[in-house]
């Protein structure tokens, strides 16, 4: 008989894996995997914690087989669509849904930082396939 499942309390700095950005230089925007993947796997979703820095962005990309939808925590910035083009405002206590296969990027454009949790449905990962490289 398999382990009984349980309720896990989280602590997303200290519990999750840093996927990206920290690691490009210049870059100090970070994203991490809190449930998902190789950490506390979920069969229907997956969720990371996004902090964008004051005038960084996350370049356009697609998720092909997912939907995003994001809750802004603190902070407030653009939401851009294909070609790169403003497609709203969003700030602190804002909601975000973005369809399957719809490009769309993240840009702070003030001068404190943007926190989203952001959640993702049928993915191995919070990856995505990006139109430009994150």
Known sequence: MGE???SVLLHPFRDSENLWLSKTPGKISKLYKVIGGDVRKADFFHVGLL???????V????HVDAEEFCYIIRGAGLLTGEDGTVVGKFGAGKLIYIPEGVHHGYVNNTTKPLEMLIWCSKRESLGCESSQAI
């Open 51 to 57: 902090i964008i820095v004051q005038g960084e962005s």
């Open 4 to 6: 009984r499942a349980k």
């Open 59 to 62: 370049e356009t990309h697609v």
